[in-house]
């Protein structure tokens, strides 16, 4: 098999590869590749589903917050350069009992980087935000630069543009595998293969299939998408209707704003067993799951109908303590991004960024638990992760 050469290879063009294709694409000099198993912007991965949250007041705590504050400037870079709306910036409502952990950290995260904010109590969040059902001892926490990301129109910007810059893209063409050698990595795949001197893997949830080393430290989540239409659609809005949290018990919801004009984004995942291969996830809610979060849902939220108007199903790949697996490989041609345990997509240009430095072998700082080597030490004493939390 004759081999093409290139400087770069990317596997993957979900949200971490394009950005990471975005990104390299503007390095002077460099040619770029990028290939997908699937088609341009498709349903399979985790970033599908029309809306993400996106939060700067992180109830993950301070690791989060300058990858975040980053990702902000680099999503406002990425509408400019595209000409496309994809940060909606209403704001993120958390809303739970006063003293709830999740809330807490999220407080103690604003105060630590001085972060714009409004704390409303009980009547407070009755009175402004009447779409949510408030229970009594509920407070709530409004992130002033929190607000909606639009995924798929994110993805198809980043590609679009690094194929303006040069980059060459390739869909349906699944990798078989990589071979490093002396003079580079060899990645083959169904339609050919290439010879490069780097190759950045950042193939989500597929990731175990091409890294082996990887097998013991990620697991599957699933991740569960609703929208429910309410009888007054126009207070669900995104002028009115923040992006949000809610914790109510042992009930968790997250959801957008309506942007299609008659439904909302309102989403609890089902007790589901985190999986190791993407091949045994579910592709849909049972009859059963879907009657229970509606239930859930008319509980906390005003004049809503209970059936979702549609749904899906995803998943991500976690690690034990839900840190991200960014790194490099000790002869600097293989940069791993995976790892990003349902909460990566915000911060998803940053980790793009990292990529293009990395490759690059610039002093880029990155969290050093975040190295392969810290996740399996830490693995070899917490174990694999078992699912939970959200």
């Given amino acids: 098999m004759d081999l093409q050469q290139t400087d770069v290879v990317v596997i993957g063009a979900g949200a971490v590869g394009a950005m990471a294709l975005w990104q390299l694409s503007k390095r002077e000099g460099l040619s770029v590749v990028g290939i997908e198993q699937f088609g341009r912007v498709h349903a399979h991965g985790s970033y599908a589903g029309e809306s993400r ?7 993950e705590g301070g690791t989060y917050v300058p990858m975040i504050q980053r990702s902000r400037e680099l999503w406002r870079e990425l509408e400019r350069e595209s000409g496309r709306d994809i940060y909606v910036e209403v704001g993120a409502l958390s809303i739970a009992p006063e003293g709830f952990p999740d809330l807490v ?13 409004r704390m409303l109590s009980t009547e407070e969040l009755r009175a402004e935000f009447p779409q949510h059902r408030v229970q009594d001892g509920d407070v ?12 798929e129109v994110a993805i198809m910007s980043a590609l679009d543009l690094a194929e303006a ?12 595998d990589i071979e490093e050698r002396p003079n580079g990595v060899v990645v083959r795949t169904t339609q050919g293969a290439w010879l490069a001197r780097t190759v950045v893997v950042a193939s989500g949830s597929w990731s175990t299939r091409l890294s082996p080393e990887l097998d013991d430290l990620l697991r599957l989540q699933v991740l569960g998408l609703t929208w ?15 992006v949000f949290l809610r914790d109510a018990g042992s009930v968790h919801f997250f959801g ?45 939220f005003e004049g809503i109908n209970p059936e979702p108007v549609r749904e899906s199903v995803h998943h991500c790949a976690y690690t034990p303590d839900r840190l991200p697996v960014i790194d490099r490989s000790a002869s600097g041609r293989i940069v791993t991004l995976t790892g990003l345990s349902g909460h990566g997509f915000k911060f998803a240009p940053k980790v793009g960024e990292w990529a293009a430095q990395l490759v690059a072998g610039e002093d880029a700082y990155v969290d050093p638990r975040f190295a392969l080597a810290a996740h399996l030490e830490r693995l070899a004493v917490t174990g694999p992760y078992t699912g939970g939390g959200h």
């Fill in 105 to 117: 950290t999220a407080q103690g995260t604003v105060r630590e980087f001085n972060l714009e904010h």
């Fill in 140 to 151: 709530g926490l409004l992130d002033a630069h929190g607000g909606g990301l639009r995924p």
């Fill in 256 to 300: 957008a704003p309506s942007l299609d004009g008659y439904a909302f984004k309102a989403c609890t995942n089902p007790e589901w067993p985190v999986f190791r291969d993407v091949s045994e996830v579910p592709t849909h809610h049972t009859r059963e799951e879907l009657i229970r979060i509606g239930q859930r849902a008319a509980e906390l």
């Fill in 228 to 242: 429910f239409m309410p009888k007054r659609p126009e207070l669900f809005v995104p002028e009115r209707f923040p």
């Fill in 165 to 176: 810059n040069g980059a060459q893209l390739h869909f349906n063409t699944p990798v078989i």
């Fill in 53 to 59: 949250v996106f939060r700067t007041a992180v109830h």
